[in-house]
């Protein structure tokens, strides 16, 4: 029997196909509340992780604990006062970190100063409430069909309105309308002084100011202070209501209120019926990083003598390119570990309401004060490899789309794929009855160079992202973003390892003696 062969047997006796080894499906928490969970009934409900989430990695933990007051000061290092101040943003290695190993007490009191200054406002508040307002419209009442993420242990089968294209083209139409560039703004500024004379004549225009394009960058100081505070209380109701009042049986306690707080204690919240992680992670996080650098762009564009930064532009247009991509995958995401896997705690919601307004669009950010001075064919020469990174990674994943829909019966770059027939039970706990299922673990075309090889193209993206703010010129701090990817995935690659071997057993083994690499062939 040849090889292809031997992995592509099918052993038909239990389940069907559900899930690709990256993704799986999860084995749901114990259906127990929190004040009466014991270990194992926690441990059943881990999802096949040995330590819950990113607080196992003591690196990434250390920056769990700063990261409040880090954002603060990434949000101050690239506001309009840092200019009028001696921190040396743009030479951190050769002149900030000396100047502060000087004089430690005025560097440690700068610091706590330049992180305290930034603070909630009105503004900041009004803004951020009333994108969360448009956004939780269009999740309401645009059409998309519905769809299903994997069915947990406890018989819980999540469903979405596949909506986020239509969600993603008319939140950033509607923030286009309601600016200075809209046409209810000064003729002038208007991009379609034409449409602006339709608007007018039928009084659209008398319900409302229009606001500068710019607002995001304007207000983001204080948008961040106040989405900061919120989260905070936020992932605190999320870790109450996971254990008095969960939305399914996949809720549990640690025993660990600071586990429970970080890696949360439900899987699958909702409130009225809206679904609290998609909401966050999607509709509100995704959209902001989206929208946020032609914001950026235009206050920058504006700021500089009506000079356009070429590295901010196509960091801006590869960018929302590439959320563009995210909401034509968002059903597979609703399928990853973000979801199946990682509780709704302060990890993931309190990452995706702050951390990355904070760090994803630092680097675009950046640019508004120290633009990146780079030539519109440099600038452009870096936009191509940063699509590229965007397009193979959306070819990664939608090849394992393909795959898991036809339940292995397709063709992987011109050959019949070649993958493992993996076992797992899950067990219901209400009844004890265990059941037999099954997952084809993909090994062919992308997905067997590396376990994770769309990690590496999503890399390529971050990268030159970061390129695109010329750090030669600005410095290291524009690599934030990448540098915190990088680890990042590593570590997530290193936890699906770990889950993916308790839930397949030896099967995963043989897995990974087809595929021994996880994001980087032949390195890593």
Same mark, same amino acid.
């Given at each position: 029997?040849?090889?292809?062969?031997?992995?592509?047997?099918?052993?038909?006796?239990?389940?069907?196909?559900?899930?690709?080894?990256?993704?799986?499906?999860?084995?749901?928490?114990?259906?127990?509340?929190?004040?009466?969970?014991?270990?194992?009934?926690?441990?059943?409900?881990?999802?096949?992780?040995?330590?819950?989430?990113?607080?196992?990695?003591?690196?990434?933990?250390?920056?769990?604990?700063?990261?409040?007051?880090?954002?603060?000061?990434?949000?101050?290092?690239?506001?309009?006062? %840092?200019?009028?101040?001696?921190?040396?943003?743009? @030479?951190?290695?050769?002149? &900030?970190?000396?100047?502060?190993? $000087?004089? !430690? /007490?005025?560097?440690?009191?700068?610091?706590?100063?330049?992180?305290?200054?930034?603070?909630?406002?009105?503004?900041?508040?009004?803004?951020?409430?009333?994108?969360?307002?448009?956004?939780?419209?269009?999740?309401?009442?645009?059409?998309?069909?519905?769809?299903?993420?994997?069915?947990?242990?406890?018989?819980?089968?999540?469903?979405?309105?596949?909506?986020?294209?239509?969600?993603?083209?008319?939140?950033?139409?509607?923030?286009?309308?309601?600016?200075?560039?809209?046409?209810?703004?000064?003729?002038?500024?208007?991009?379609?002084?034409?449409?602006?004379?339709?608007?007018?004549? %039928?009084?659209?225009?008398?319900?409302?100011?229009? @606001?500068?394009?710019?607002? &995001?960058?304007?207000?983001?100081? $204080?948008? !961040? /202070?106040?989405?900061?505070?919120?989260?905070?209380?936020?992932?605190?109701?999320?870790?109450?209501?996971?254990?008095?009042?969960?939305?399914?049986?996949?809720?549990?306690?640690?025993?660990?209120?600071?586990?429970?707080?970080?890696?949360?204690?439900?899987?699958?919240?909702?409130?009225?019926?809206?679904?609290?992680?998609?909401?966050?992670?999607?509709?509100?996080?995704?959209?902001?990083?989206?929208?946020?650098?032609?914001?950026?762009?235009?206050?920058?564009?504006?700021?500089?003598?009506?000079?356009?930064?070429?590295?901010?532009?196509?960091?801006?247009?590869?960018?929302?390119?590439?959320?563009?991509?995210?909401?034509?995958?968002?059903?597979?995401?609703?399928?990853?570990?973000?979801?199946?896997?990682?509780?709704?705690?302060?990890?993931?919601?309190?990452?995706?309401?702050?951390?990355?307004?904070?760090?994803?669009?630092?680097?675009?950010?950046?640019?508004?004060?120290?633009?990146?001075?780079?030539?519109?064919?440099?600038?452009?020469?870096?936009?191509?490899?940063?699509?590229?990174?965007?397009?193979?990674?959306?070819?990664?994943?939608?090849?394992?789309?393909?795959?898991?829909?036809?339940?292995?019966?397709?063709?992987?770059?011109?050959?019949?794929?070649?993958?493992?027939?993996?076992?797992?039970?899950?067990?219901?706990?209400?009844?004890?009855?265990?059941?037999?299922?099954?997952?084809?673990?993909?090994?062919?075309?992308?997905?067997?160079?590396?376990?994770?090889?769309?990690?590496?193209?999503?890399?390529?993206?971050?990268?030159?992202?970061?390129?695109?703010?010329?750090?030669?010129?600005?410095?290291?701090?524009?690599?934030?973003?990448?540098?915190?990817?990088?680890?990042?995935?590593?570590?997530?690659?290193?936890?699906?390892?770990?889950?993916?071997?308790?839930?397949?057993?030896?099967?995963?083994?043989?897995?990974?003696?087809?595929?021994?690499?996880?994001?980087?062939?032949?390195?890593?």
């Amino acid at each position: 029997m040849s090889n292809q062969n031997r992995y592509n047997l099918r052993k038909r006796t239990g389940g069907t196909v559900d899930a690709a080894p990256s993704e799986p499906v999860i084995d749901a928490a114990s259906p127990k509340k929190a004040a009466d969970s014991s270990s194992a009934d926690y441990k059943s409900g881990t999802n096949w992780v040995h330590a819950g989430g990113i607080e196992a990695n003591p690196y990434l933990f250390v920056l769990l604990v700063v990261s409040p007051f880090l954002s603060l000061l990434l949000a101050y290092a690239t506001g309009g006062d %840092i200019i009028n101040n001696d921190w040396r943003v743009t @030479y951190p290695l050769t002149e &900030m970190l000396p100047a502060c190993a $000087s004089d !430690l /007490s005025a560097c440690v009191s700068s610091t706590l100063s330049a992180g305290m200054s930034v603070v909630p406002t009105m503004e900041g508040a009004k803004f951020v409430l009333t994108f969360m307002a448009v956004a939780l419209v269009l999740e309401r009442f645009l059409p998309g069909k519905i769809e299903v993420g994997p069915e947990t242990a406890t018989g819980h089968v999540p469903r979405y309105v596949d909506n986020g294209v239509a969600h993603c083209f008319v939140y950033s139409v509607l923030f286009f309308l309601g600016s200075n560039l809209g046409p209810c703004g000064e003729s002038s500024e208007q991009l379609s002084p034409a449409l602006g004379s339709v608007f007018e004549k %039928i009084g659209v225009c008398e319900l409302y100011t229009p @606001y500068s394009f710019g607002i &995001m960058y304007d207000v983001f100081e $204080s948008s !961040l /202070s106040f989405l900061n505070i919120f989260g905070i209380f936020f992932c605190m109701f999320l870790t109450f209501k996971g254990l008095r009042f969960p939305s399914t049986q996949d809720s549990g306690s640690s025993g660990s209120w600071v586990k429970d707080y970080l890696w949360g204690t439900e899987l699958y919240p909702r409130v009225f019926g809206l679904d609290l992680k998609r909401f966050i992670n999607c509709r509100f996080s995704m959209t902001y990083w989206q929208i946020a650098g032609f914001s950026f762009c235009y206050r920058s564009y504006i700021l500089h003598g009506n000079v356009m930064d070429w590295g901010l532009f196509f960091s801006a247009l590869s960018q929302y390119l590439y959320l563009v991509k995210f909401f034509f995958w968002e059903m597979g995401y609703m399928r990853s570990i973000d979801i199946i896997v990682d509780r709704a705690g302060y990890e993931i919601q309190w990452g995706c309401l702050v951390w990355v307004p904070a760090v994803y669009t630092f680097h675009s950010r950046f640019l508004v004060q120290h633009p990146s001075g780079l030539s519109y064919t440099a600038a452009l020469s870096l936009f191509v490899l940063s699509m590229a990174g965007v397009l193979l990674n959306y070819a990664a994943d939608r090849e394992r789309d393909v795959f898991r829909a036809s339940k292995g019966q397709c063709k992987v770059w011109g050959s019949k794929p070649r993958y493992i027939t993996a076992k797992y039970t899950i067990v219901d706990p209400k009844t004890g009855k265990s059941t037999q299922k099954t997952s084809l673990l993909l090994a062919s075309g992308f997905w067997g160079m590396a376990r994770h090889f769309q990690y590496f193209f999503e890399l390529t993206a971050a990268y030159s992202w970061c390129f695109l703010a010329n750090p030669l010129d600005n410095g290291v701090l524009v690599m934030f973003y990448a540098l915190f990817l990088t680890g990042l995935l590593v570590d997530r690659s290193k936890r699906d390892t770990e889950k993916c071997q308790l839930k397949y057993g030896k099967y995963y083994d043989e897995y990974c003696e087809l595929v021994p690499y996880k994001i980087v062939p032949g390195i890593f």
